[in-house]
């Protein structure tokens, strides 16, 4: 309703000059740059919301221009102006998102992530639409490295204008040298002006834009790590041994990237086991923990599960364990597996919380 009121104010509002209704006593037809300022000052007196900033500035310059000017209208002229408004608004069968970011919005998901790119290019350099509008939505990820590679001051101005809550993200990932002159060049953007700010704005989204398209949702260290979460042990450990003789620092953020039976005591709340427990199978649950138990880096993992479930479903596993004997390899892989399986898919629900301290 909004984006419609908008296109059909901008329909009654060119741009000329208009003489003042009230004035002199003459009686006329007022000019469609009349009938806007006419429908702006009825809603602002009736406490409706105008998306008269979606409009271009010249308009929205005009516009007050034209409030500014008029005096008083009479009830038939008001009338009149706005059986016409209604049924301008009522004529408005399709509207249109207006501008190339608005188009991009609408069409992302639908065109390619290199003919959006290419898109964003040429309107930034043609200075069309707002470009923090775009920066705001944007995930931490995207802009962190930009915002590492900037100024202190144009830092400032970033995290300014963008939601504090991502502001405060990106802030807590920066440096601790950085983040403290950053936050203290903040205090200084107060005599920033409006242009320079959107020159930042623009500069910013072309390096953003310049970025070539990712084939992958996921960063190198994370694809891995849930490849080896899935691994055997023993491909696990060799992978591992082979990263750490090419690149230790990688092979290091890999480890961290790994979540194992064995990282359960440290990662998981105690409070969770029971909706852990209730996604797995009892004989998975059995197989996996009488293999965990013969095990010093993997038996924590079973107490920590025994510990915090009803005592009376703890016992039961403990018979099963008891009587289950010797497990093949393989099916204390695929049971472990299974354990973890779960307890990612509840993370990825929401439905528990992973702690992340130990990274």
């Known amino acids: 309703m909004a984006d419609n009121f908008g296109k059909a104010l901008a329909r009654i509002t060119p741009v000329q000059r208009a003489i003042s209704l009230g004035s002199g006593g003459e009686r006329r037809q007022p000019t469609a740059r009349e009938k806007a300022a006419i429908i702006v000052r009825l809603m602002l007196a009736e406490g409706g919301s105008i998306p008269v900033a979606s409009l271009p500035e010249h308009m929205q310059a005009s516009l007050t221009e ?32 207006g501008g190339i970011d608005g188009a991009l919005t609408m069409m ?34 995207r802009i962190l490295p930009v915002l590492e590679a900037e100024s202190v001051e144009v830092a400032a101005v970033m995290l300014s204008k963008l939601p504090v809550p991502k502001a405060a993200e ?22 920033v002006d409006p242009e320079t700010v959107r020159r930042i704005g623009q500069s910013l989204a072309s390096q953003l834009d310049a970025q070539p398209a990712r084939a992958f949702d996921a960063g190198p260290v994370e694809r891995v790590g849930a490849i080896l979460n899935v691994s ?34 440290t990662r998981i709340m105690p409070r969770d086991i029971p909706k852990i427990v209730r996604m797995v199978e009892a004989t998975m649950l059995v197989t996996a923990f009488t293999a965990a138990q ?43 597996t299974t354990v973890v399986n779960t307890i990612r898919q509840l993370e990825g629900a929401g439905e528990i919380v992973m702690n992340r301290d130990e990274d």
């Open 66 to 97: 034209q409030i500014g000017l008029m005096r008083l209208v009479d009830r038939n002229t008001l009338a009149q102006v706005v059986e016409e408004f209604m049924t301008e608004l009522e004529e408005v069968g399709l509207s249109f998102p």
């Open 232 to 265: 055997t042990a023993a491909t696990r450990d060799d992978v591992l041994t082979g990263l750490d003789a090419e690149d230790s620092d990688f092979a290091e953020q890999v480890r961290k990237a790994i979540f194992t039976f064995a990282h359960i005591p």
């Open 170 to 191: 990106l802030l807590g990932r920066l440096p601790g040298d950085k983040a403290r002159r950053v936050a203290y060049a903040v205090s200084l953007t107060g005599q």
């Open 294 to 336: 013969a095990h010093p880096k993997q038996a924590a993992t079973v107490e920590f599960f025994l510990a915090n479930m009803s005592q009376r479903m703890a016992q039961t596993i403990r018979e099963d364990m008891a009587a289950r004997g010797k497990v093949k390899e393989k099916d204390a892989e695929e049971a472990m």
């Open 108 to 141: 992302d998901g639908h065109i390619s992530p290199n003919a959006a790119s290419r898109l964003r290019r040429l309107a930034g350099a043609a200075g069309k639409g707002d470009p923090w509008e775009r920066l705001m939505v944007l995930p931490a990820e």
